[in-house]
């Protein structure tokens, strides 16, 4: 047995769940730096002496990756543990950062590919994944509180990485002065750039590996006492795929991601396009930069705020509120949005956080539709969804926008068509969530289900 | 035996926390200071 495994990590009575949260924030708030990734488009387009949409490929191929290696290595992270997890995530998304470095030092374009895109991006879903049923396990009693705190902290990284990213670039290059626009790194810098956060984040989440534990009793899943779902499902992920309950989850969670990034790409132009008059804007640019600073709050807040409420709600009632409330505020937004600026923001803040709020409740979610048996695994499929939402929102929006008139030129009913898009879009996953029902009993494993009944049951007369 | 139920340290739980906290308070500092510009900009 090595000092990763499971079995090694199993916390002493004593230890406090407390330091769980934490453990799986350095996690997050390191990865979420994929977010603020677009601080350095600039700069590697003049670098490469390429284009924006080639650079822009760098980031699409870290969140498809996060998707698909969060879908194929969940079964291994829920098995090796989040010790064993999150060394492998830290590892990944270090040397991802320095090849990367490599890349730019050398001008090979697809050095950052294999190295931010490939192996970085397989670090963002092993890292995302890899606390997620740990944090439920230790907070059985509130798991939408614990994986709320988590992936508040994905959302967290952009906030720090962007500003770090640019005090880093003005330090390696002296005329880089980020606040001017247009403003590019050397490419020198940029390397060095990679380089430095590559070891700050590797060290970081190490921290993370090492306060991490899995709460007593559960070194080994065969003979852990599982928290089963709210009919007592204990489903393993290959029968939840196999179930309508995950699919129309899928649905729900593609459905609130489409949407939530239709508006987050395109905050900034769209702010100042829905004030614009006589082919002026109101809205000055730095105030559209500001707009987008407001949304990544409300991003992050959402995340913590309505995943802790659902504990309280429900699952289901809070993702009516998400995608049925949603759904009106995007009515709004479309009809009366450019009435005041006042109006636009307070209907765009909540949207958005209601997208965050998507992310962080679907692992509670997952927890009362399949019990803790398997529920990193089954969350790690689940995640295919934000990747393929992830090339289908931008898709729809620019689609649209493109189909309707020029960037710059676009005014407020121009994204009329846009947002009644994501309306239905939201309609569909509105839909989806009704649908959803407590598993049929022919999917639990009914073996694990008796064997942990009999735990309970040992437990209890124990403890009588 | 008894040292093995030693009730975590609160120092280290606020250690930890503070790990997290400082750069996370960074971040919101530096966001809220941008998003500033959206009332005065």
């Known amino acids: ?464 | 035996m008894s040292d093995d139920t030693t009730p975590t340290s609160p120092v280290q739980i606020a250690l930890a926390w503070l790990l997290v906290g400082i750069p996370l308070a960074y971040g919101l500092w530096q966001t809220l200071v941008k998003a500033s510009a959206l009332f005065t900009g």
């Open chain 1, 1 to 464: 047995m090595s000092r990763l495994d499971k079995q090694a990590i199993v916390a002493r009575p004593g230890y406090s769940r407390w330091l769980i949260p934490p453990a799986a924030l350095a996690v997050h708030l390191s990865i979420g730096q994929v977010y603020a990734f677009s601080v350095f488009k600039n700069s590697l387009v003049a670098s490469f002496d390429t284009s924006l949409t080639a650079i822009g490929w760098v980031f699409s191929l870290a969140i498809v990756m996060l998707g698909l290696s969060a879908a194929v290595l969940g079964t291994w992270v829920e098995r090796s543990g989040p010790r064993k997890a999150m060394l492998a995530a830290a590892l990944c998304w270090g040397v991802g950062f320095m090849v990367g470095s490599a890349g730019i030092a050398s001008g090979q374009l697809w050095l950052l590919y294999l190295g931010y895109g490939v192996i970085g991006g397989i670090g963002l879903g092993i890292g995302y994944i890899s606390p997620v049923s740990t944090l439920i396990k230790w907070f059985p009693d509130r798991p939408g509180l614990a994986t709320g705190m988590a992936i508040m902290g994905f959302g967290g990284g952009a906030l720090i990485a962007s500003p770090l990213s640019n005090k880093l670039m003005s330090l390696y290059d002296a005329d880089f002065v980020p606040t001017e626009p247009g403003a590019v790194a050397s490419a020198s810098s940029l390397a060095q750039t990679f380089l430095t956060l590559g070891v700050v984040y590797t060290v970081f989440m190490l921290i993370g590996a090492t306060l991490i534990r899995v709460p007593p009793g559960h070194g080994d899943d065969s003979t852990a006492e599982h928290s089963p779902g709210s009919n007592g499902a204990l489903v393993r992920a290959s029968q939840a795929i196999r179930t309508p309950q995950f699919w129309f989850l899928w649905v729900v969670l593609f459905c609130n991601v489409t949407a939530g990034i239709g508006i987050l790409e395109q905050a900034a132009p769209m702010i100042q396009d829905f004030f614009r008059e006589g082919g002026e804007s109101s809205v000055s640019a730095a105030a559209a930069g500001g707009f987008v600073g407001v949304l990544s709050l409300a991003n992050m807040l959402g995340r913590f705020v309505w995943s802790s409420l659902s504990d309280r709600i429900g699952r289901k009632p809070t993702y009516v509120m998400y995608l049925g409330v949603g759904l009106v505020l995007y009515l709004l937004l479309a009809l009366f949005g450019s009435s005041s600026t006042v109006v636009f923001v307070a209907l765009a803040v909540v949207i958005i956080s209601y997208y965050g709020g998507g992310f962080a409740t679907v692992p509670a979610y997952l927890k009362d539709l399949f019990g803790t048996l398997e529920v990193g695994a089954i969350h790690g499929r689940l995640l295919t969804a934000w990747a393929a939402a992830g090339v289908a929102g931008p898709l729809i929006v620019n689609g649209i926008l493109d189909s309707v008139g020029e960037p710059g030129n676009l005014v407020a009913a121009d994204y009329r068509p846009a947002l009644l898009t994501m309306v239905g879009v939201l309609a569909i996953g509105f839909l989806a969530n009704l649908m959803i029902r407590p598993v049929a009993e022919t999917h639990f494993d009914h073996d694990a289900h008796a064997a942990n009944e009999d735990r309970i049951t040992a437990r209890q007369e124990a403890t009588r």
